[in-house]
């Protein structure tokens, strides 16, 4: 009984005095101004044990008795506080610099900025939410300096292209890699439109809601990326979910979002002509069917003229057709979450919906984002998260691009001025005459009526995306640590192409089925060391990665209707069946050392080996090293009171790639119908594979440095870079006679180099007031060193060609990346144009006309702060890139451009003293015959149709604008560039 009370005793001293030794402290968190901040990181000094403020700045947190707290919040200086026996501690911070601020880098790993040898740009995720972009790539655009962000005008679930530091590769994919929490997602472009059309049927980033987005972080140099091996080449681009945080009850955030868009037209053309050719109205229906494209007629005058449907209309100027077809588009964004949690564990749930209407009429998009985050610690060392997103996209009538047909945007612009766009909508308002067929408006079977284009025309796909992870983290010891994760990213995408019945280029109509699986694992395991010696510090780790891709297709086509207006497979009389699968696996070791002295020297080490199922198995592996030091000079020697923080960084690395699938044998499979019920079988690749091909190759090195003054009002990131790429993959033409196309061969070298600077300042900060100002800017200088040949110079390799067939992208070597080349005037050996006998221009041969890529790109963001009210507006412009304007060529060729109104005073003198000796007298409209020849013999050339462009684009105000163009007849803001079947 004695020893029963004794211990009884014992255990409750024993609790008393744990009980005794742990102390809630609680308090709030403010500025200098008496603001409350939330998300200030509150941390027990010594432990993993801590928390952060919440919506009104509060935190609690319980501590050992005799704790510290750290307080610390990017932008501001970290505070300490000994708790000793106080209960209630309140807080000020004030604004500076945080020193020890953390990013994520490759593999999801935290690392302390400072210790970094390389350039990384973290974005809140508030960035992508104050003016929301549908595809969140796009709203990168002028926000990180060495990142060139392309807006596809091709409608509201088009593709995203961002190119980080230059294009690494002659002609294979340039894009990053994207990862969503430590796991990779795919960003296949789904489908684009060609020289002879088709759609934009969206990527994978677009797939992403901003509002579920913490951070996006930008991995620019190859040292950032190494450990990523070949899929990195082209650098990565982070993404952090959001989470929950610990807090009283579970917390609800509700928010609500509405943009519009408007069609800016800048076309300045002519309207003093109207349809007809050589000066004269039609005189009959079939007359202005035979020439409803074309401004080649008499001068407007109101006069009553007969239009293409027999109807006769006033022969005046109709106004803005553009603004009569095309609608407002707005997006409608609506968010729910919830979130909560405490010491242990925390959560968030959230679901986004996303509704929009295109401009173009009958388009749109409905977005559904579901999404789920848990984090838990069992134990005191055993964490998980687990994290998913199942997103549901259906998106309706994708607008047709580039080729005539099928594409209401090329009809919508090149309407005379004297027809209204509106008659073509026939009885039925959808672009249909009285038989159920397209209205005819022009003799041209290949230009669609655009109402029959926008309503009967089908375009649809609808997507089912899951993305999830699994992450387990064993801590052994508080310097020890060993995790695995298991990722995967599936989806199937279902789409409908549909010709309708009764379309003048095919009359009885055609329409293709598609299912498309996709799908991608991702198994890691980590085994991670950091800890301190004195004043050297380690932190290191060693893993490995497996990735598993496969991909299915199944699609049916078919044509002729059999019952008209039956749109169904089934009803087609000629039908085809294709199937194609696919599968990739890359098998990779890595590892990373990073060893500090005093916390201001850092030198860290990776190297990632890869294991490629694509290429050769005596030559399919590479190895990925790095190496970059890290010097902070502001901690290691005393400097001028201004300067808060420098640090000086250089790095070197080497990443590289594979190929696609199945490129090294001859691939053999079954076609379509088969003949006579027999299946048909042959080679189902048009070039020839390569048994010897290598990894490409990327090498860059890397200087900079960041500097920060005057407690952080002033800071400057700079960088310098230099990559060659060596044995790219490509495709070399080869003679037709062999049976292909191509050949995949190992070839090529291309470097960029390039400065990034990054300037913040902040002009104004005081209680109620504050100004922030930052300007990034870029430039890269890319050449293509060498092609097939090292020994030949000069070489050329085509990789794209314009709808008119006279301006082509090449690669040329000794020339920067994506050079314009095409048809020129021929001139005499005075620069003077030559003219043939009619005193037209002939043509001269193919030169280069400019620079597709711009190499400069700028950012400029001003944010101001008002006690609790924010305004920000931000400037990205490009400068020196050129573009070749289809467009605009066709606009001479049917009469429609400004310019056509004169011919040049030598020419046209010329046919006047011609036309004044056979007749006698030259009268105004006879001199329509020049212009319309004159016209159509420059379509095409350079000094009428390439222009070097200033372009800036003010955003985030959601209105559409063409990369790389001037606003004067290059393009149509936010709408397809069309172009003309020749």
């Known amino acids: 009984m004695e020893k029963r009370l004794i211990l009884f005793t014992s255990l409750v001293l024993f609790l008393s005095m744990s009980a005794w030794a742990q102390r809630t402290v609680t308090g709030k968190v403010i500025d200098e101004g008496g603001e409350t901040l939330i998300g200030v990181n509150v941390l027990e000094v010594g432990t993993s044990n801590g928390t952060i403020t919440d919506i009104d700045g509060m935190y609690s947190l319980q501590v050992k008795e005799g704790a510290s707290l750290q307080f610390s919040l990017i932008g501001y200086s970290p505070t300490t506080v000994e708790v000793g026996a106080q209960s209630t501690i309140d807080v000020t911070l004030a604004e500076g610099v945080q020193l020890d601020e953390v990013v994520v880098t490759a593999l999801g790993i935290e690392r302390n900025k400072k210790a970094l040898g390389y350039s990384v740009t973290e974005v809140s995720g508030d960035d992508f939410t104050e003016a929301r972009e549908i595809n969140v790539a796009n709203a990168l655009a002028g926000k990180v300096a060495g990142v060139n962000v392309s807006n596809m005008a091709t409608g509201p679930a088009g593709s995203s292209r961002v190119i980080i530091r230059g294009n690494s590769s002659l002609t294979g994919n340039n894009q990053p890699l994207y990862v969503v929490d430590g796991i990779p997602i795919d960003n296949s472009n789904l489908g684009n439109a060609g020289e002879w059309g088709g759609q934009d049927w969206g990527d994978g980033i ?91 007629g008499g001068q407007l005058d109101g006069s009553q003229v007969v239009q293409w449907d027999g109807v006769a209309r006033p022969y005046s100027d109709v106004g803005n057709n553009l603004d009569r077809f095309y609608r407002t588009g707005s997006t409608w964004t609506n968010s729910m979450s919830l979130s909560g949690g405490d010491e242990n564990y925390n959560f968030r749930i959230g679901v986004t919906n996303l509704q929009n209407e295109g401009i173009v009429p009958n388009s749109g998009l409905d977005r559904n984002n579901f999404t789920g985050k848990i984090n838990a610690k069992f134990f005191d060392r055993l964490s998980a998260t687990l994290s998913g997103s199942y997103i549901k996209e259906d998106v309706k009538n994708r607008p047709r691009l580039s080729d005539s047909p099928g594409n209401a945007n090329y009809t919508a612009w090149s309407m005379p001025a004297n027809v209204n766009i509106e008659t073509l909508k026939g009885p039925n308002g959808d672009g249909s005459d009285a038989t159920g067929g397209e209205n005819d408006f022009n003799d041209n079977i290949y230009v669609t009526n655009p109402y029959w284009a926008a309503y009967r025309f089908r375009a649809d796909n609808n997507k089912d995306r899951l993305l999830g992870n699994l992450t387990l983290r064993y801590d052994v010891f508080d310097w020890l640590f060993i995790q ?100 990739e696996q890359i098998n990779s070791l890595y590892g990373s050392v990073e060893l500090s002295y005093n916390n201001y020297l850092y030198l860290t080490g990776t190297a990632r080996q890869d294991w490629w199922s694509t290429l050769p198995e005596n030559d399919n592996s590479l190895l990925y090293p790095s190496v970059g030091l890290s010097f902070v000079l502001s901690d290691a020697v005393r400097l001028p009171k201004a300067i808060t923080f420098a640090k000086l960084r250089t790095s070197w690395a080497q990443v590289g790639g594979d190929t696609d699938p199945y490129q090294l044998l001859l691939a053999y499979g079954l076609f379509g119908q088969g003949h006579l019920g027999q299946p048909l079988g042959g080679v189902t690749s048009g070039q020839i594979p390569n048994t010897a091909l290598t990894p490409l190759t990327n ?26 790429t060596e044995n790219d993959i490509l495709n070399a033409g080869v003679s037709s006679t062999s049976g292909f196309g191509t050949k995949v061969v190992n070839v090529g070298e291309l470097t960029n180099k390039g400065v990034e600077l990054l300037l913040s300042v902040a002009p104004v900060r005081n209680n109620n007031f504050r100004w922030d100002v930052s300007f990034n800017m870029a430039y890269n200088q890319s050449e293509v060193v060498s092609l097939l040949d090292p020994e030949v110079d000069g070489e050329l390799l085509q990789v794209g060609i314009s709808r008119t067939q006279s301006a082509y992208i090449f690669q040329q070597e000794g020339e920067p990346y994506g050079i314009i080349r095409g048809y020129t005037y021929a001139r005499d050996d005075n620069g003077n144009i030559i003219l043939d006998a009619d005193g037209l221009p002939t043509r001269g041969d193919i030169e280069k006309l400019g620079e597709g890529i711009a190499p400069l790109t700028l950012g400029l963001r001003n944010t101001f702060g008002y006690k609790n009210l924010n305004l920000s507006f931000l400037i990205d412009g490009k400068f020196g890139g050129d573009i070749y304007a289809a467009t605009n060529s066709f606009a001479y060729l049917r009469g429609l451009h400004q310019n056509t109104l004169e011919v040049p005073r030598e020419r046209r003198d010329r046919h006047a003293r011609r036309q004044r000796d056979q007749a006698g007298a030259a009268k105004r409209s006879g001199l329509l015959e020049p212009r319309i020849r004159y016209c159509g013999r420059i379509c095409g050339r350079r000094q009428l149709h390439q222009a070097a462009p200033v372009n800036a684009v003010l955003q985030p105000a959601q209105v559409g604008h063409c990369q790389n163009a001037i606003r004067r007849h290059q393009c149509q803001p936010g709408i397809p560039q069309p172009y003309h079947p020749v």
């Open 206 to 296: 677009s797939s992403i809601s901003p509002d579920d987005i913490e951070t996006m972080t930008v991995l620019k140099g190859n040292t950032a990326a190494a450990l990523y091996g070949a899929r990195a080449s082209n650098g990565v681009i982070l993404i952090t979910t959001k989470s929950g945080t610990k807090r009283k009850g579970v917390g609800v955030e509700v928010s609500s979002n509405y943009t519009f868009d408007n069609i800016i037209n800048t076309y300045d053309f002519q309207n003093q002509y109207g349809s007809g050719d050589r000066g004269a109205k039609p005189a009959s229906a079939s007359e202005a069917q035979a020439f409803g494209l074309y401004s080649w």
């Open 484 to 583: 695995g994760r298991i990722g995967m990213d599936t989806y199937n995408e279902r789409r409908t192409n549909l010709e309708p019945y009764g379309t003048n280029y095919i009359p009885l109509g055609a329409i293709t089925e598609r299912s498309y699986d996709f799908t991608e694992t991702n198994k890691d395991f980590m085994v991670g060391v950091n800890k301190q010696f004195g004043s050297i510090g380690l932190n290191a780790f060693v893993g490995g990665n497996q990735m598993k891709q496969n991909t299915g297709l199944v699609e049916g086509s078919g044509n002729q209707f059999n019952i008209p207006f039956l749109e169904q497979i089934t009803n087609t009389q000629n039908r085809s069946i294709n199937y194609d699968v696919s599968e």
């Open 699 to 724: 090498t860059e090195i890397e200087f900079g440095f960041d500097l920060r003054m005057f407690n952080n009002r002033v800071g400057v990131d700079f960088s310098y870079y230099d990559r060659k």
